[in-house]
């Protein structure tokens, strides 16, 4: 079973910057696709991006492409999701989710591991 754990959530000013991790302590992550998701207080949790087990697919969702990349380093098992431009609507909790499939998928029940989630907060 994969758990997985973000961080590098935090407060941030508008325009700024923020890198989240998503590692996989003691599982491996290397084949199978992985994706990030936010979820705001009263809203549905929504697709971020998504990354394919080699990078070479990379898919973004319509309100962070431009801003956010993400990318992934297999041999450290690790995940990123790099934030830039941020503005007042990214604030959300940010998750990261992995099953077994190699193609990238950008609905939240078509991944069964989840992390715990980090909060990101963005003030104007």
């Known amino acids: 079973q994969s758990q997985l754990v973000e961080s590098g959530g935090g407060l941030v000013q508008f325009g700024g910057s923020l890198r989240l991790s998503c590692a996989a302590p003691g599982s491996t992550l290397e084949y199978y696709a992985i994706g990030w998701f936010r979820q705001a207080p009263g809203k549905e949790r929504e697709f971020v991006a998504g990354i394919s087990p080699s990078s070479d697919d990379v898919k973004y969702g319509e309100s962070v492409k431009g801003r956010f990349t993400i990318s992934r380093e297999n041999d450290k098992n690790m995940a990123y999701l790099e934030m830039n431009n941020l503005l007042p609507e990214d604030t959300a909790v940010y998750y990261c989710?992995?099953?077994?499939?190699?193609?990238?998928?950008?609905?939240?029940?078509?991944?069964?591991?989840w992390g715990q989630g980090t909060q990101v907060t963005v003030s104007s």
């Open positions: 989710a992995t099953d077994q499939h190699y193609l990238i998928r950008t609905a939240p029940e078509d991944y069964k591991y």
